[in-house]
């Protein structure tokens, strides 16, 4: 039996899709990498705006018109269980603490033409094994208990929960075994990562002890959960000086309203900190313009705050109304309004993204990990997390020292070119 898996949204769907591919595998079904030649699709959904909603629902309409057997999973399918149920738009509607049954379901219940809830209880923190490129993720932590404004996924994803760090600390004994490289530790909100009295800086801690050639990467991380001991690792050959932190708006009146616990200038004296240890940190965002209520005044604040930290990429939203959201009561900007916000943002963004690599990572030396090569160029990550294209051949999982020398703009981002 063929399966296919279609994956939408963040790193930690992608690596739970890899997770089930695995299980799937193992209970000897073969993966169908193109829709049309599996016998039944997988669509492990999102729905952190309503173009993932939206792209969600197209997959399933394109899989169903294919006569293909379609399970539904991950965050849509969770939040919108019923009305799923009540379209027939799937086979079998999986909710996301359920989402690692289905490779036992598929085997037992090979769809019986039931279209039940599904509530068997499997571990949500698999182990997985093979990943695609020379970085390996590692799920730690699931679920949020933040409940900002204007975000659905605790809904999807329910209360914040962690991995055991020994059980944590073993998988990834064995990918550095394994021969990987670089290890992503992951979740819904990872800086929530605790267990007893290990958080997430304890655990950072113990496995940067572990031996070997490899380098740990954080995943997105919430600024006012920031521990600053992690300042103290920046100097660390294997820990990697990058931090996403999550900023969302540079107005304080904004930040009221979304609920996030933090101010612009917090969140600014906390970047200039890491700077100052670390000059070159790699320092990426979200932002999300459009807000409701969102001023002209209010958004401006938001520009000059990208302006003074030069985030070294900021992934922009423009906000979306999501159900069951506080925000979702409050009046909505109009389209053309949040285009043009986000056109001046990226601008914005760019230009002091740029700014910050020429000043910063020009002329500095980086070990990069090749994850493609294409037209005779090796393309991969500093360790800030820049990505960066070398005429050098590097291959396989080895570690390569280049020295960046100019940068250039690609899909509103800056990247590098090195010999
Ligand atoms: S921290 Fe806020 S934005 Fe992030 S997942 Fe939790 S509720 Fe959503």
């Given at each position: 039996?063929?399966?296919?898996?279609?994956?939408?949204?963040?790193?930690?769907?992608?690596?739970?899709?890899?997770?089930?591919?695995?299980?799937?595998?193992?209970?000897?079904?073969?993966?169908?990498?193109?829709?049309?030649?599996?016998?039944?699709?997988?669509?492990?959904?999102?729905?952190?705006?309503?173009?993932?909603?939206?792209?969600?629902?197209?997959?399933?309409?394109?899989?169903?018109?294919?006569?293909?057997?379609?399970?539904?999973?991950?965050?849509?399918?969770?939040?919108?269980?019923?009305?799923?149920?009540?379209?027939?738009?799937?086979?079998?509607?999986?909710?996301?603490?359920?989402?690692?049954?289905?490779?036992?379901?598929?085997?037992?219940?090979?769809?019986?033409?039931?279209?039940?809830?599904?509530?068997?209880?499997?571990?949500?923190?698999?182990?997985?094994?093979?990943?695609?490129?020379?970085?390996?993720?590692?799920?730690?932590?699931?679920?949020?208990?933040?409940?900002?404004?204007?975000?659905?996924?605790?809904?999807?994803?329910?209360?914040?929960?962690?991995?055991?760090?020994?059980i944590a600390i073993s998988f990834i004994k064995n990918l550095i075994a394994a021969g990987y490289k670089e290890i992503v530790l992951t979740g819904v909100n990872v800086s929530d990562y605790h267990c007893a009295d290990t958080g997430l800086y304890e655990l950072t801690e113990s496995i940067l002890k572990l031996r070997g050639d490899f380098r740990i990467r954080l995943s997105s991380l919430q600024p006012d959960e920031f521990d600053v001991r992690f300042l103290?690792?920046?100097?660390?050959?294997?820990?990697?000086?990058?931090?996403?932190?999550?900023?969302?708006?540079?107005?304080?009146?904004?930040?009221?309203?979304?609920?996030?616990?933090?101010?612009?200038?917090?969140?600014?004296?906390?970047?200039?900190?890491?700077?100052?240890?670390?000059?070159?940190?790699?320092?990426?965002?979200?932002?999300?313009?459009?807000?409701?209520?969102?001023?002209?005044?209010?958004?401006?604040?938001?520009?000059?705050?990208?302006?003074?930290?030069?985030?070294?990429?900021?992934?922009?939203?423009?906000?979306?109304?999501?159900?069951?959201?506080?925000?979702?009561?409050?009046?909505?900007?109009?389209?053309?309004?949040?285009?043009?916000?986000?056109?001046?943002?990226?601008?914005?963004?760019?230009?002091?993204?740029?700014?910050?690599?020429?000043?910063?990572?020009?002329?500095?030396?980086?070990?990069?990990?090749?994850?493609?090569?294409?037209?005779?160029?090796?393309?991969?990550?500093?360790?800030?997390?820049?990505?960066?294209?070398?005429?050098?051949?590097?291959?396989?999982?080895?570690?390569?020292?280049?020295?960046?020398?100019?940068?250039?703009?690609?899909?509103?981002?800056?990247?590098?070119?090195?010999?």
């Open positions: 039996m063929k399966v296919h898996i279609e994956t939408i949204g963040c790193k930690l769907n992608q690596f739970e899709s890899q997770a089930l591919s695995d299980a799937l595998v193992k209970k000897n079904f073969s993966i169908a990498e193109h829709l049309e030649d599996a016998d039944f699709v997988i669509i492990n959904t999102c729905s952190v705006t309503n173009k993932a909603d939206v792209k969600s629902r197209q997959a399933m309409r394109k899989a169903k018109k294919l006569g293909k057997r379609v399970v539904v999973t991950g965050c849509y399918a969770t939040t919108d269980f019923d009305s799923l149920l009540d379209e027939n738009s799937a086979d079998i509607i999986v909710k996301n603490e359920s989402k690692f049954t289905i490779p036992e379901l598929l085997e037992k219940r090979l769809f019986l033409e039931e279209k039940t809830p599904i509530l068997e209880n499997s571990s949500e923190f698999p182990i997985v094994y093979q990943f695609e490129k020379t970085r390996a993720f590692v799920k730690i932590q699931d679920g949020c208990n933040k409940f900002c404004s204007y975000c659905k996924i605790p809904h999807a994803r329910g209360r914040s929960r962690s991995l055991e760090p020994k103290d690792l920046l100097m660390n050959e294997k820990f990697s000086p990058h931090f996403h932190l999550s900023l969302q708006s540079g107005s304080n009146g904004v930040l009221g309203r979304m609920e996030r616990n933090y101010t612009a200038d917090y969140f600014r004296r906390l970047c200039f900190r890491i700077r100052q240890i670390r000059p070159d940190c790699g320092i990426t965002t979200d932002i999300i313009v459009g807000f409701p209520g969102e001023s002209e005044i209010e958004f401006e604040e938001t520009l000059a705050l990208v302006k003074i930290v030069e985030f070294t990429r900021v992934h922009i939203f423009s906000y979306s109304r999501r159900s069951r959201t506080k925000a979702s009561l409050w009046k909505d900007w109009d389209g053309k309004t949040k285009k043009e916000r986000v056109k001046r943002l990226e601008e914005i963004s760019l230009k002091s993204a740029k700014t910050f690599v020429e000043r910063e990572v020009i002329g500095k030396e980086y070990r990069i990990l090749t994850e493609i090569n294409e037209e005779g160029k090796g393309i991969g990550y500093t360790e800030n997390y820049l990505r960066i294209s070398t005429k050098q051949k590097c291959g396989g999982n080895e570690f390569a020292f280049v020295t960046p020398r100019n940068t250039i703009a690609n899909a509103g981002t800056v990247e590098l070119e090195a010999e």
